[in-house]
C-alpha cells in the first residue's frame, strides 16, 4: 500500500471512529475542503504534515494516534 493511500483510509477510519465525516473533521479542524479532495482524489500524493495535524485537529487526537496503525508499519 502507498503511503497516501494509507494516510487516506486511516482518515476514513479515525472518522468512522469518532463518528463523523471527513467534511465534519475537516472543519472542526480548519482545512480548506479543496486540500482534502485533492488528496481523497489522489491528485495529492504527498500530504503535508501539517495537513495531517489539522485533521487530526479536528478528532483531538495526536499525530502519534494517527500514525499508529499498522498500515504504517514496514
Known amino acids: 500500500m502507498e503511503l497516501n493511500e494509507a494516510i487516506i483510509e486511516r482518515m476514513k477510519e479515525l ?6 465525516t471527513i467534511h465534519q473533521v475537516i472543519q472542526r479542524g480548519g482545512l480548506n475542503q479543496a486540500t482534502i479532495s485533492e488528496l481523497m482524489s489522489g491528485r495529492t500524493k504527498h500530504p503535508k504534515v501539517s495537513t495531517i495535524q489539522k ?6 487526537v495526536s499525530l502519534n494516534d ?6 504504517f508499519n514496514k
Open 15 to 20: 472518522a468512522a471512529e469518532h463518528n463523523m
Open 55 to 60: 485533521f487530526c485537529d479536528g478528532l483531538d
Open 66 to 71: 494517527f500514525f499508529n496503525d499498522n498500515k
